[in-house]
Nanobody
Framework: QVHLVESGGGLVQPGGSLRLYCAVS????????MSWYRQTPGKQCDLVAF???????YFINSVKGRFAISKDDVKNIVYLDMNNLNPEDTAVYYC?????????WGQGTQVTVST
């Protein structure tokens, strides 16, 4: 397993932008997938986006065209760029690393979209 630390969350107005960071203790380049999930109180944790080792990406429909995921294999950081945020994006965002059946999670970072 690897150690993950998310940051970059905060309070933003509707229509605003945030960049989330996931610092990985080692080996982003070797991970099968690096993912971002989000969870709101009383609901399950849902996948938002992932990036594969080869750089291919996936997004859920509700964030397509607004969010982007990228990674820096040298700095061992995964980014989630979030644009045109709306209140429905309010959640705790978690970073996830998957490799050969091993899964690691970060502690989460709160994103609140509100006036």
């Amino acid at each position: 397993q690897v150690h993950l630390v998310e940051s970059g969350g905060g309070l933003v107005q509707p229509g605003g932008s945030l960049r989330l960071y996931c610092a990985v203790s080692r080996g982003v380049f070797s991970m099968d997938t690096m993912s971002w999930y989000r969870q709101t109180p009383g609901k399950q944790c849902d996948l938002v986006a992932f990036i594969s080792r080869d750089g291919s990406t996936y997004f859920i429909n509700s964030v397509k065209g607004r969010f982007a995921i990228s990674k820096d294999d040298v700095k061992n950081i995964v980014y989630l760029d979030m644009n045109n945020l709306n209140p429905e994006d309010t959640a705790v965002y978690y970073c996830n690393a998957y490799r050969l059946g091993d899964i690691s999670w970060g502690q989460g970072t709160q994103v609140t979209v509100s006036t």
